[in-house]
């Protein structure tokens, strides 16, 4: 896994925090949009935000050079954000510019820490620190309606950096999308229906990814009777209306209607400018990354699937990237997983970051497999920065695994599941990144309606959601 410096920054910026606290923060450019403190004691009169978590007005980010003054003898002098950040169990804040001064100078009676790892150790404890000292592991304040990591350059409080920060992409990732069946009916012929509600927070990621469920195609039998999902060809556009880039095909529904369906949902997806992965006419073409390049940082996209029932690409048949693993396809293939752990190390040459989406696990429960943990620890290994897995329908667990991000299960983004609660229910991922780096990782939970339509909903609201993903998840996202 390549990393650039951000990460490896001096010490010594933490100490000069409080007195950054106190400057006035420097001339900022108009920003260019881009596509592809309340009180830490949680006062309500400092403005903690309930509204779904991560914010979407949050979202453009800096353009090009930011954070760069001239000084005499023409060298670029640099700053960077001075960032609040607390334990992701805290409800989210937005605070005003005075307020957040107040806090990093100690005036707020927060116990103040300059460590991530302090804060996950204590989560009533606060960070004050520069930017590139944050990771995952913690949610930060939002000042003046800006996210700190989003949009540097315009951020308020500011402390010196000996590097300019490079400029952040934000990538989205949702759960299992199922667009046909009561998904379908309940449309009734509009086939962005289910979509529309959270589209504009979907369009303002730089990258959004998901994983598919349905054939865009009938052109055979159903293979899997009731349980076979196919939507109508129309959903492809509606799909990239409402914000996706990327979508996996590689689950145990890409061919519930055959080969040839599966062939014409690659070229029905393609055609509406989508980038599909993970299954193909043949073996070449499922393994075949889909690549991202968004403002110089190249992102890579891979998958597998250990559920069966979509056939087993070969060289010449259609089918899926296949891993067999624990619980439904016998235990674990290790040929098959080191084929794919090669595709990774393949990726990781080529690419800023490894995205890899597999799709494992046991239905209807918030426990992870222990295999499912030890095979994100070998695609980690192999140069991975973010896993999210997919099919438990329910969300499961989050952590770290050195520096990257494992999330078992995000549960269902869009399906015709209305028979448990927990099927009703999910989290977005929302990561930002820093060149090859992953700084941020925010779960906005959401809760579909009778039609199937997700939507956010505040982080109150959303908390049993949370608190469900947080009892299989690491210390920093235990609710």
């Known amino acids: 896994m390549r990393r650039s410096r951000w990460g490896a920054g001096a010490a010594a910026l933490v100490a000069l925090a409080a007195a950054a606290c106190t400057t006035e923060p420097e001339a900022r450019p108009a920003d260019a949009t881009t596509r592809s403190v309340a009180s830490p004691t949680e006062s309500p009169t400092e403005s903690p935000t309930d509204s779904p978590a991560g914010s979407p007005t ?78 995952p592991r913690v949610r930060v304040a939002v000042v003046d309606g800006v996210h700190p990591l989003k949009r540097p350059r315009a951020y308020p409080v500011r402390v010196e950096a000996d590097e300019c920060p490079p400029r952040p992409t934000t990538l989205t990732v949702v759960g299992d999308v199922m ?31 998901g994983n598919l469920e349905s054939t865009l195609s009938r052109a055979g039998a159903p293979r899997q009777g009731g349980d076979s999902f196919a939507a109508d060809p129309a959903v492809g556009p509606a799909l990239a209306d409402a914000g996706f880039d990327v979508l996996s095909l590689a689950n145990n529904h890409a061919g ?20 599909p992965f993970g299954a193909g006419r043949n073996l070449a073409a499922a393994r075949r990354p889909a690549i991202v390049e968004v403002r110089g940082t190249r992102f890579g996209f891979v998958g597998f699937n ?30 098959e997983l080191d084929r794919f752990l090669g595709d990774v190390r393949r990726l990781d040459d080529r690419v800023d970051v490894v995205v890899a989406l597999p799709h494992w696990g046991t239905q209807y429960t918030n426990r992870p497999e222990p295999v499912q943990r030890r095979v994100a620890r070998e695609l980690v290994a192999a140069g991975v920065d973010l896993v999210v897995g997919g099919h438990p329908h329910w969300v499961q667990g989050v952590s770290t695994v050195g520096e990257a991000l494992v999330a078992q299960s995000l549960g269902n983004f869009v399906f015709d599941m209305d028979f448990m609660t927990e099927t009703m229910l999910g989290v977005v991922l929302e990561t930002t990144w820093w060149g090859n780096r992953l700084l941020a990782a925010e779960l906005a939970p959401y809760r579909m309606d009778a039609s199937f339509t997700p939507r956010f909903v505040r982080w109150g609201a959303g908390l049993p959601t949370l608190r469900l993903l947080g009892a299989t998840s690491g210390p920093a996202f235990r609710y």
Not at 179 to 200: E, Y
Not at 256 to 275: H, I, K, N, S, Y
Not at 309 to 328: C, F, I, L
Request: aromatic content about 0%.
């Open 58 to 135: 949050e979202s453009p980010t800096d353009s090009p050079g930011e954070n760069a003054t001239g000084t005499d003898d023409g060298e670029p002098e640099c700053t960077e954000p001075l960032v609040i950040a607390r334990h992701h169990s805290r409800r989210p804040l937005r605070l005003s510019e005075q307020r957040a001064r107040a806090v990093a100078d100690g005036a707020t009676g927060a116990r103040l820490v300059s460590s991530v790892r302090a804060v996950v150790r204590d989560p009533s404890a606060v960070a004050v620190l520069p930017a590139h000292l944050v990771d």
């Open 256 to 275: 519930d209607f055959g080969p040839l369906a599966l062939r014409q949902t690659v070229t029905r997806l393609e055609a509406a400018g989508l980038t």
């Open 179 to 209: 667009l046909g069946r009561g998904v379908a009916s309940a449309a009734a012929g509009d086939h962005g229906r289910q979509l529309r509600p959270t589209a504009a927070r979907l369009r303002a990621a730089d990258v959004t990814v």
């Open 306 to 335: 250990a559920i069966g029932e979509t056939p087993e690409a070969g060289p010449r048949t259609t089918g899926a990237v296949s891993v067999s693993m624990p619980p439904r396809t016998g235990p674990l293939d290790a040929r």
